[in-house]
């Protein structure tokens, strides 16, 4: 099982910035995809960015143009960095890798991390 281990949330105010990073326990490039979800109080969790082995990237429609998700191979973490945050983006951001373990895909989450966007 792969370890997730994220970190970097906080208090922020509206319009401000903060970076969460995701240190996994193996090469990230033997997971099939990472990405950022996220949870706010009385919602479902949703997908915020993905990234795939390949590079490949996604985004969520609120956050395209405000979040970037980046990886530092040699550091085996994926980042998600965020900009003019706004108070709906206050969350639990958690994340999650996909990989294969003998042919059986399997998904690993981290603990979550909390973001708050408030004046």
């Known amino acids: 099982q792969a370890q997730l281990v994220e970190s970097g949330g906080g208090l922020v105010q509206p319009g401000g910035s903060l970076r969460l990073s995701c240190a996994a326990s193996?090469?990230?490039?033997?997971?099939?995809?990472m990405g950022w979800y996220r949870q706010a109080p009385g919602k479902a969790r949703e997908l915020v960015a993905s990234?795939?082995?390949?590079?490949?990237?996604d985004y969520a429609d609120p956050v395209k143009g405000r979040f970037t998700i980046s990886r530092d191979v040699a550091k085996n973490t994926v980042y998600l960095q965020m900009n003019s945050l706004k108070p709906e983006d206050t969350a639990v951001y958690y994340c999650?890798?996909?990989?294969?373990?003998?042919?059986?895909?399997?998904?690993?989450w981290g603990q979550g991390t909390q973001v708050t966007v408030s004046s």
């Open positions: 193996r090469n990230i490039f033997s997971f099939n995809d």
């Open positions: 990234i795939s082995s390949g590079g490949r990237t």
């Open positions: 999650n890798a996909h990989y294969e373990f003998r042919g059986t895909p399997l998904s690993s």
